[in-house]
Nanobody, 120 residues
Framework: QVQLVEAGGGSVQAGGSLRFSCAAS????????MGWFRQAPGKERERVSN???????YYAESVQGRFTISKDNAKNDLPLQMNSLKPEDTAIYYC??????????????WGQGTQVTVSS
């Protein structure tokens, strides 16, 4: 059974930093796409960043240069380092994983979500 457990959310002032972790289990860690999504109040869920088994990364334009995704294959962990946080980064953040089909990822598995609040 695939499980994704996030940790590291919280409240921070604008300009601050947070670091997420996502502990994955139940599948061969490097065989799936893995990524981070977020959903702000009243908005649709959006993809923040993801990383493929080949190490290729994607970042939403709104977080490019501020967020860094990585994979710790030894710990089955998916860290997301978030720097220079802005109030518009306030959202519930979700870790996700799933198989890759061609150039796309099927986001089949989701963590429970962790809240980030950035105050101005």
């Amino acid at each position: 059974q695939v499980q994704l457990v996030e940790a590291g959310g919280g409240s921070v002032q604008a300009g601050g930093s947070l670091r997420f972790s996502c502990a994955a289990s139940g599948y061969t860690f490097n065989s799936y796409c893995m990524g981070w999504f977020r959903q702000a109040p009243g908005k649709e869920r959006e993809r923040v960043s993801n990383i493929g088994g080949d190490g290729n990364t994607y970042y939403a334009e709104s977080v490019q240069g501020r967020f860094t995704i990585s994979k710790d294959n030894a710990k089955n962990d998916l860290p997301l380092q978030m720097n220079s946080l802005k109030p518009e980064d306030t959202a519930i953040y979700y870790c996700a994983a799933g198989p890759k089909y061609g150039s796309s990822c099927a986001w089949a598995y989701w963590g429970q979500g962790t809240q980030v609040t950035v105050s101005s």
